[in-house]
């Protein structure tokens, strides 16, 4: 069983590799490019979630982690001619997905990634209860709430009269928050939805129509900085969260798998 295990874990790497690799050839062609860049994001997330919930040891996780994201920096210099926001990009990316994985695995769900079988810890039908709903409309409303207000904050000092240098400090660290915690929940809604006790399937579709959801959103926040652009690739955005979430929950179904999931203090003791 752990030879399969490392087997499987080991081709997926292989093939990431490659897949990054290849497309990198022919990353001069649009839609290719797209790929690549809903893959790259996918692997950074990837990473990210192998460092806080990988059951190796942590000097072998944090080994490989290292390894990868310095593949990642290094196919971003060469791809962008030596550009330093790029490196900085992923770095900063990474840590941050991790910052908030670190949450959910030592804060109150204190979550842990199980290795088990199914006659042992079997699928069950995917539910929702009050609870959750409830708790789903209150962060649906005041994500919608809060979309408006840092819309119109954007447009009202994206005008050339009234921008400044610190503005535009201001507004480029608005715009990087909202990155890096939509890159935090697309990476964490498809940890939830692949490597959960219940069905992969459903919630994994519930993971993309989310993605899609983040990306418009964040299209119609960024849109008065960029009316051009966004007017004639509104689906840009949405289309490249949706990429990076299939990517990400196509690798972890992998690890899925492997006996891999999520599980609480209540799965620890089974």
Not at 82 to 99: D, K, N, Q
Not at 135 to 156: G, N
Request: proline letters at 3%.
């Amino acid at each position: 069983m752990l030879d399969r295990t490392r087997l499987r874990l080991f081709v997926l790497v292989i093939v990431h590799t490659t897949a990054t690799i290849a497309l990198d050839q022919f990353a001069d062609y649009g839609l290719v490019a797209y790929l690549l860049t809903c893959l790259s994001l996918s692997q950074i997330g990837l990473l990210a979630i192998g460092l806080v919930f990988g059951t190796w040891r942590l000097r072998w996780r944090f080994a490989l982690v290292v390894a990868g994201t310095t593949a990642l920096v290094l196919w971003q210099w060469h791809s962008q001619g030596g550009s330093v926001g790029g490196l900085l990009g992923i770095v900063v990316s990474e840590l941050s997905v991790a910052a908030g994985l670190l949450v959910t695995r030592y804060g109150p769900p204190k979550l842990r990634l199980i290795q088990v079988s199914e006659t042992v810890f079997p699928s069950t039908r995917f539910q929702f209860s009050l609870r959750q709903v409830m708790t789903l409309f209150v962060v649906v409303a005041l994500t919608l709430s809060a979309a408006k207000p840092i819309r119109a904050y954007i447009s009202a000092f994206a005008t050339e009269e009234a921008a400044d240098f610190a503005v535009f400090q201001t507004i480029g660290l608005l715009v990087a928050s909202l990155v890096l915690l939509s890159g935090f929940v697309v990476s964490w809604a498809a940890m939830w939805a692949t490597l959960g006790t219940t069905g992969a399937w459903v919630k994994s579709t519930l993971v993309i129509m989310l993605a899609l959801a983040i990306g418009s959103l964040f299209t119609y926040c960024i849109a008065p900085l960029f009316p051009d652009d966004v007017s004639k690739n509104w689906y840009f955005l949405p289309t490249l969260f949706m990429g990076e979430s299939i990517f990400t929950m196509a690798s972890l179904l992998v690890v899925r798998s492997c006996g891999y999931r999520l599980g609480g203090r209540k799965e620890m003791a089974t």
